[in-house]
């Protein structure tokens, strides 16, 4: 009985590690066509990725004249990469944040990207940069919050 118990511990592990890598997969999309509408300057077209919720502390204008801004004094983005993942999931809802070293026209930068995942639905909740990468890292401490 013992053994069942553990083979099927490890069977839900398993498919709880492949439905995660299966929303990451999502996601990682979303970011993709995010920092492609960067880099064709499609300022509406990334806003369009944000949730509603987004645009609770500033405008939807504001938001894309800062893409704007970040585009002008960074540059085109040369390439990027996730250095950190952080996935949590409800019954319903998935929220996700992934941080990238953005390599830019002008130099590295670090950003963040959170994301709110309802079924198929994924959308942008929060977006940031920093050239300080412990700007946008979250500590260990401010994860445990």
Not at 99 to 110: A, F, G, K, P
Request: glycine content about 4%; overall charge negative; aromatic content about 16%.
């Amino acid at each position: 009985m013992k053994k069942f118990l553990n083979k099927s511990v490890l069977f839900f592990m398993f498919l709880l590690g492949l439905a995660s890598c299966g929303i990451e997969s999502k996601i990682d999309n979303v970011a993709d066509e995010f920092y492609e509408n960067l880099n064709e300057k499609n300022y509406k077209a990334a806003a369009a990725l944000a949730d509603t919720t987004a645009f609770d502390s500033f405008s939807k204008a504001e938001f894309m004249q800062w893409l704007e801004d970040r585009n002008e004094y960074w540059g085109r983005i040369k390439s990027y990469k996730r250095y950190l993942t952080n996935v949590s999931e409800t019954d319903s809802i998935t929220l996700a944040r992934f941080n990238y070293m953005v390599i830019s026209e002008r130099d590295t930068v670090y950003e963040f990207l959170e994301f709110i995942a309802k079924g198929d639905d994924i959308k942008i909740i929060s977006y940031g940069f920093s050239p300080e990468k412990e700007d946008v890292t979250p500590t260990e401490e401010s994860d445990s919050k």
